[in-house]
């Protein structure tokens, strides 16, 4: 085919497809502005490395800790892991709780070697697990854990909401933040805490940001809840009424404001500012607008997104991660965020 024949295919598309090519004004991402004078086409993936909890991520993207301990989960983390290696960015483990019973499930964490040594890579435990072995003298079990899996460190879930809604949960007997001070005593690697899916407010956060934490990860509302799920779980209806506890919680824009506030009228007393904005995250574009937003330094977690495409194929994962680095790249050469106060969530 001619040039002028690609040409005239082309325009009679163009033609075909203009009225349903139609958009209507009330679609438009308000968040920010566009400004397509001021530089050229970016090649994917460049100027987006982000120095992150004493690491440098090619992208500002974080997978989300998520399973482990089960067959599925095997290829799952593996997928996770080499993702992470061929594309510079940094993950959390899903809880390693089997881990403290025996060495039988270690394969599905044991993913360092693929990962390589020079990124972050998380162990993952719940609060009530550290609240266990904190205060029976027994933290050394911890240590050992993050040791075993040659991890960057350790993050701790909390989630009382989780744990008091499902139905073998377990009850916390001392708050978290007690908790977590007393762990960080003995620790010699970064912590990371974390919800999974109601966020935390601006209280919980603040107290957080005092302790010597590496980064603190929101889970914030709006994408996968886990009370809910533990509620879905609980057939046995006892306990339905109890549902709207699955209800509560801050979503991801609204724990940036809480953080931007709090480093602004606390900053004296902080000594955490880096953070992992997570918790319903559907696309590059939210993770944009948060980051920009965010007055710490700040990248995106997502896990049910890279759930998803980990489960189906490693190429289809490549596929999605490639695009979400590309958006980003397109992002950050076209447009300029308008500030907190336009933002939509
Ligand atoms: C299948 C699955 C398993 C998860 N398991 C853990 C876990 O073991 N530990 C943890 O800290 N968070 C866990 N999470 C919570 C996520 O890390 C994250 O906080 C939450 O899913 C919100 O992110 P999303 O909306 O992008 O899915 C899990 C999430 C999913 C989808």
Aim: hydrophobic share 40%; aromatic share 6%; net charge negative.
């Amino acid at each position: 085919m001619t040039e002028n024949q690609v040409l005239g295919q082309r325009k009679a598309g163009h033609i075909e497809l203009s009225t349903q090519a139609q958009v209507d004004a009330s679609a438009r991402d308000q968040r920010f502005y566009y400004e397509p004078m001021l530089n050229p086409h970016p090649r994917p993936g460049s100027g987006l490395a982000k120095k992150f909890i004493n690491h440098t991520l090619l992208a500002p993207l974080w997978i989300s800790s998520m399973t482990g301990g089960t067959e599925k989960a095997k290829s799952i983390n593996l997928n996770l892991a080499k993702l992470c290696a061929e594309f510079g960015l940094g993950m959390g483990l899903g809880s390693c709780r089997p881990l403290l019973k025996s060495d039988e499930t270690l394969s599905d964490f044991n993913l360092r070697d693929t990962i390589g040594e020079g990124l972050p890579f998380f162990a993952n435990l719940g609060i009530a697990q550290v609240e266990r072995l904190v205060f029976s003298q027994q933290t050394d079990r911890i240590h050992e854990l993050v040791k075993k899996l040659r991890a960057t460190g350790l993050i701790i879930h909390v989630n009382p909401l989780q744990e008091w809604l499902q139905p073998e949960g377990d009850r916390l007997q001392i708050s978290p933040l007690i908790t977590i001070t007393e762990l960080l005593k003995s620790t010699e690697y970064p912590v990371i805490v974390k919800e999974v899916g109601q966020g935390m407010g601006p209280q919980s956060l603040l107290e957080l940001m005092k302790l010597p934490l590496a980064a603190i990860e929101f889970g914030a509302f709006g994408g996968t809840n886990f009370s809910y799920l533990e509620h879905l779980r609980d057939q046995s209806g006892q306990r339905e009424e109890l549902l709207p506890l699955a209800c509560v919680g801050h979503t991801a824009q609204e724990m940036v404001e809480f953080v931007n506030e709090n480093l602004i009228r606390h900053q004296d007393e902080i000594k955490c500012q880096e953070f992992i904005i997570s918790g319903g995250i559907t696309n590059f574009m939210d993770g944009l607008n948060l980051i920009d937003s965010c007055r710490g330094n700040s990248v995106y977690g997502q896990a049910k997104a890279f759930l998803d495409r980990a489960a189906v194929s490693y190429p289809e994962l490549v596929k999605y991660t490639k695009n979400q680095i590309e958006g980003l790249s397109v992002g950050k050469a076209y447009l300029h965020h308008r500030g907190v106060e336009i933002a939509t969530h």
